[in-house]
């Protein structure tokens, strides 16, 4: 497994994810060994998810400890499967109604400061609970074509099944972050409207512009039998 090289296709995403406000960590450069898939084959769920941290495999990592990986022909987004308390719910924990007395600028230079790191992260194991989870990967891998059940480029939604959800269009690792945080934090992503930072020329460049598939390689879009069946455009 290779993974992503582009360092500024990543620092864009990278800059996307924290002007969402979700960014936690960010890694431009993940190295994975020659052995990445069998380590991860046959994992529970959480042991795969807690393996990509542990191990820092990540290129991203969010606020709830989601984390995406991009590979050179795989973009992955591995879904925490754990509730993660929010700063907030720690300091509330901690300091009670003195936390919600003090002004923004006093909270804000206590975070600043990370003086609470070491107990915000014993408090997350604490109270922390399990969740339902969709991890996503889209596979571009065109070598494995077939019309009918292998479209080049499709979506695995969930772990450890054959789901294949076409893709008729090239996704750039933007454009699957982009995907992702609309999908899953739809919150976050109409603030992100509200504010100005999606509009119209930053849609095209999640979706609009984006090469077709049939376009740039139409031996790998059979016309027939792709069209006659649902696919993300």
């Known amino acids: 497994m290779i993974s992503f090289q582009d360092v500024r296709a990543i620092r864009k995403c990278t800059d996307f994810v924290e002007t969402s406000g979700l960014l936690a960590e960010s890694n431009e450069r993940v190295n994975l060994p020659s052995n990445y898939a069998p380590l991860c084959r046959n994992l529970a769920y959480r042991e795969y998810w807690e393996l990509h941290k542990s191990k820092f ?6 606020t709830d400890e989601s984390v995406f990986l991009f590979e050179e022909n795989s973009f992955r987004f591995i879904m925490s499967p754990i509730t993660v308390p929010s700063m907030d719910d720690y300091f509330l924990s901690e300091f009670g109604e003195e936390w919600d007395s003090l002004d923004s600028e006093t909270k804000s230079s206590y975070i600043d400061s990370g003086a609470f790191s070491e107990g915000y992260q014993n408090f997350v194991v604490s109270v922390s609970d399990h969740k339902s989870f969709t991890p996503v990967r889209l596979d571009q891998h065109p070598s494995q074509y077939d019309p009918i059940n292998h479209p080049a480029h499709h979506l695995h939604i969930g772990y450890e099944n054959d789901s294949r959800i076409p893709v008729k269009r090239i996704l750039t690792p933007l454009a699957f972050t982009a ?37 740039i390689s139409p031996e790998h879009w059979n016309g027939e039998l792709e069209e006659s069946r649902f696919y993300i455009c």
């Open 57 to 62: 495999w990540f290129h991203i990592k969010l």
């Open 179 to 215: 995907f992702i945080i609309s999908t899953f934090y739809p919150k976050t992503w109409k603030e992100m409207h509200e504010s100005g930072y999606i509009n119209r020329d930053t849609v095209g460049v999640y979706k609009n512009n984006l090469d077709i598939l049939p376009h």
